[in-house]
């Protein structure tokens, strides 16, 4: 068993900087795909940008230019460094890891950004 655990959230002011961190409990990135989601009060959990085990990246369009998903080479941690935050990013963000070539998956426990004045 594998656990995913994200740090780096918190109160944000609009237009400033925050960076997530996924850690997890082995070196697994190397064979999971990763990818950062999203839950606001009242919505579905939406993806916001996902890296492949090559370092493919994708994001959602919402996110496009202001935020970016990366890894670290020891294949353990995620990261999703939020640029130009607005209120609209206010949510619970989860972090996910699957592995390529099976069904096994695994979710964070999620942590809270909010964005506020």
């Known amino acids: 068993q594998v656990q995913l655990v994200e740090s780096g959230g918190g109160l944000v002011q609009p237009g400033g900087s925050q960076r997530l961190s996924c850690t997890a409990s082995k070196s697994i990135f190397g064979n999971f795909n990763a990818a950062w989601y999203r839950q606001a009060p009242g919505k579905e959990r939406e993806l916001v940008a996902r890296i492949t085990v090559t370092g493919h990246i994708d994001s959602a369009d919402s996110v496009k230019g202001r935020f970016t998903i990366s890894k670290n080479s020891a294949e353990s941690e995620v990261y999703l460094q939020m640029n130009d935050l607005r209120p609209e990013d206010t949510a619970t963000y989860f972090c996910?890891?699957?592995?390529?070539?099976?069904?096994?998956?695994?979710w964070g426990q999620g942590i809270q950004v909010t964005i506020s004045s």
């Open positions: 996910y890891a699957k592995l390529t070539w099976g069904r096994k998956e695994y």
